[in-house]
């Protein structure tokens, strides 16, 4: 397909609560060096897309209070292209106002919906999946979802179930069902099936076949962003946006559109893939030392500290001993020493911190 009609709309506007106390609400995940590759993972994502399109055709969608961290580590993206959501609505009115703004610009625009804090290790892989889906997107009235094939039975993401049997080209798949995350039998079934994908929350459609699925099944907020149309690129639509985003329900584009449509597709692959959910889901990609602890400073010495993330200033130094398995991260205002095994009550901690002690540590 003609590159002009390629577009990219990376959404950064999340704020990546677990990754605690690195990821806070004034400096969340994906604006941080959190691989320790001296890119945040938007600043990387941006790239990897530079390889698909121009930078004139990749737009950020985050919230107004990033405007200005997106323009500082993104300086080549035009200001018209980072979009400023005033309310945290999820990702069926962010992607349907992308949707239709790109569409004034250009009706014939496929869009390929992705998010900033994502790990991809197969990169060439990947973006030969995004062209298949590119092209299939041109040229048939679908809705694509990238699905990541399963490597373990996984409880912490939700699956696709599709059809073995292909869509007539060989790696599109057809989408029978979108399944919550499941307990760890279910999750084992699912892997041993072989017909189910991980969903990474990547989309691939032309404007026009997503404007027909927000007509048919989100009917309200296909009206609400149509009647922007007139104002969209133009020194209006920011007044417009201020005004009527906020009116928007607050649904993600799964429950909006994914779960009812009847022309979703999906394309199973192996892309080296990680969410980086989690601190502990970073320590599994991270490169790390003999002992299998993950540190992103020199200025260390370790005795007896083994399976551990350690994530700490780069002015810092730092000495541990005894350590097996646990957390460690200070941003130079919260200092968090925790299990690694017990990282889903990291959330809830950060929580009570804020109660008792101020949103200083939001």
């Known amino acids: 397909m003609n590159v002009e009609n390629k577009y990219i709309l990376i959404m950064a506007g999340g704020v990546g609560s677990r990754f605690w106390p690195k990821s806070r609400n004034h400096f969340p995940k994906q604006f941080i060096d959190i691989l320790g590759m001296g890119k945040s993972l938007l600043q990387l994502t941006y790239e990897r897309f530079l390889k698909i399109c121009p930078n004139e055709q990749i737009y950020i969608l985050t919230n107004t209070s990033y405007a200005s961290l997106v323009a500082c580590?993104?300086?080549?993206?035009?200001?018209?292209?980072?979009?400023?959501?005033p309310s945290r609505n999820n990702t069926a009115p962010c992607i349907a106002y992308a949707a239709y703004k790109i569409g004034e610009k250009n009706p014939d625009a496929n869009i390929v919906v992705t998010p900033s804090d994502h790990l991809i290790l197969k990169e060439d892989v990947f973006l030969d999946k995004i062209q298949q889906a590119l092209s299939f997107?041109?040229?048939?009235?679908?809705?694509?979802?990238?699905?990541?094939?399963p490597t373990r039975p996984d409880t912490g993401y939700g699956y696709i179930k599709y059809q073995v049997a292909g869509s007539g080209h060989q790696d599109i798949k057809k989408v029978d069902a979108f399944m919550e995350k499941p307990a760890l039998a279910k999750a084992?079934?699912?892997?041993?099936?072989?017909?189910?994908?991980?969903?990474?929350?990547?989309?691939i459609?032309?404007?026009?076949?997503?404007?027909?699925?927000?007509?048919?099944?989100?009917?309200?907020?296909?009206?609400?962003?149509?009647?922007?149309?007139?104002?969209?690129?133009?020194?209006?639509?920011?007044?417009?946006?201020?005004?009527?985003?906020?009116?928007?329900?607050?649904?993600?584009?799964?429950?909006?559109?994914?779960?009812?449509?009847?022309?979703?597709?999906?394309?199973?692959?192996?892309?080296?893939?990680?969410?980086?959910?989690?601190?502990?889901?970073?320590h599994v990609v991270g490169e790390k030392d003999e002992n299998s602890n993950?540190?992103?400073?020199?200025?260390?010495?370790?005795?007896?500290?083994?399976?551990?993330?350690?994530?700490?200033?780069?002015?810092?130094?730092?000495?541990?001993?005894?350590?097996?398995?646990?957390?460690?991260?200070?941003?130079?205002?919260v200092l968090l020493i925790y299990p690694k095994s017990e990282e889903q009550e990291i959330k809830k901690v950060a929580e009570q911190m804020i109660n008792n002690h101020g949103t200083r540590y939001a």
């Open 188 to 203: 084992k079934e699912y892997l041993a099936s072989g017909d189910y994908a991980w969903n990474a929350g990547i989309f």
């Open 137 to 149: 997107s041109e040229k048939n009235d679908a809705l694509l979802t990238l699905g990541i094939s």
């Open 294 to 333: 993950m540190v992103n400073l020199d200025k260390v010495y370790l005795q007896e500290t083994t399976n551990c993330v350690i994530h700490l200033s780069k002015d810092k130094a730092a000495v541990i001993r005894g350590l097996d398995n646990y957390i460690v991260v200070d941003d130079g205002e």
């Open 73 to 85: 580590q993104l300086p080549n993206v035009l200001a018209e292209n980072i979009l400023l959501e």
């Open 205 to 282: 459609w032309s404007v026009n076949s997503l404007k027909r699925a927000f007509k048919k099944y989100a009917p309200e907020i296909a009206f609400l962003f149509e009647s922007g149309s007139v104002f969209y690129n133009t020194d209006a639509e920011t007044k417009f946006i201020t005004e009527k985003y906020p009116l928007s329900p607050n649904i993600s584009i799964d429950y909006a559109i994914l779960e009812k449509a009847g022309n979703v597709y999906t394309i199973p692959a192996d892309i080296g893939w990680s969410d980086l959910g989690t601190w502990a889901s970073l």
